[in-house]
């Protein structure tokens, strides 16, 4: 169980991690390569499986366990006893880690993000993760999930199957960057929202005739990337009035806080998503 500091969720759930989409200015790469680098760690192969795709497709793995690093004292010549967890054992490699997949059973109301750290929803990841991930939200069903793909069509093809869960605590979201995106998913019959995040053009005006969004979630690239795109204010505002115009809770997130001041930053929740000791209480 992990809490965030994303600011539009209450705690991130990682099940599935790794990504093979390659975007340039991915933060989540950055950290699992970085854990990945780390010395004294140990794979233990009868705790994986590999699963090797035929079609080209690089190598998935799932792990019943948890690995660990081995840690040594600087201060010691002998190697510590204590171990600590290897939160990404293979990178940013897709990986399936079903010790994970009970976390939230018994615990308080949150807004979990699932899976921060991949995209459970690429082409790359077998119909099995998608379902054992359901299967565990099923389980703990006091919780808001909020799923985030760049891969939307998965939902689609998931809908039309009849194997997309349809509650009103499961919240499926599409990563957006530019209006070419806007409109690639879009239901009356379940709860969605758009991540704009990182903004990196207008986005212009919304078709007046499309279903809407239930949420808006709107940032800007962070870290240190050299072509790092800053967004306009013009853009922003013209997100704030598009979403009060048709009645779309707006959040900016806090990477917007520069780019937006010296007005603060508007941080609204849909009422669903509303609960006792939330961020939105806070």
Not at 170 to 190: A, C, E, Q
Request: charged fraction near 30%; glycine fraction near 6%.
């Amino acid at each position: 169980m992990e809490k965030t500091k994303i600011d539009w969720a209450d705690s991130t759930w990682n099940p599935v991690t790794g990504c093979l989409h390659g975007c340039e200015y991915c933060y989540a790469r950055a950290i699992a390569e970085r854990f990945r680098e780390r010395k004294g760690y140990e794979v233990n192969e009868d705790n994986t499986i590999f699963i090797h795709h035929f079609d080209g497709s690089p190598t998935i793995y799932e792990l019943k366990e948890p690995c660990f690093f081995e840690e040594y004292d600087p201060f010691r010549e002998k190697r510590n006893r204590d171990k600590i967890k290897a939160p990404y054992p293979y990178g940013f490699k897709p990986t399936l880690h079903r010790y994970r997949l009970n976390d939230y059973i018994g615990k308080k109301t949150r807004n979990i993000f699932v899976c921060s750290m991949a995209d459970l929803f690429g082409e790359w990841v077998p119909d099995e993760w998608i379902f054992k991930v359901f299967s565990a939200c099923m389980m703990a069903m006091q919780h808001n999930y909020l799923f985030l793909t760049k891969n939307p069509g998965r939902y689609i093809e998931l809908a039309k199957q009849g194997m997309l869960p349809h509650t009103d605590n499961f919240w499926y979201g599409s990563s957006v960057t530019g209006p070419h995106d806007m409109y690639s998913w879009f239901s009356k019959d379940y709860q969605w929202f758009l991540s704009v995040e990182p903004l990196h053009e207008d986005l212009g005006e919304m078709d007046p005739d499309a279903e809407k969004p239930g949420w808006i979630i709107v940032g800007a690239e962070t870290g240190k990337r050299k072509e790092k795109i800053i967004p306009q204010k013009e853009w922003v505002e013209k997100i704030k009035n598009q979403c009060e115009k048709y009645g779309i809770p707006l959040f900016m997130k806090s990477s917007l806080a520069d780019i937006w001041a010296p007005m603060p930053l508007v941080q609204q929740f849909p009422e669903k998503l509303k609960h006792e000791g939330g961020k939105e209480n806070a």
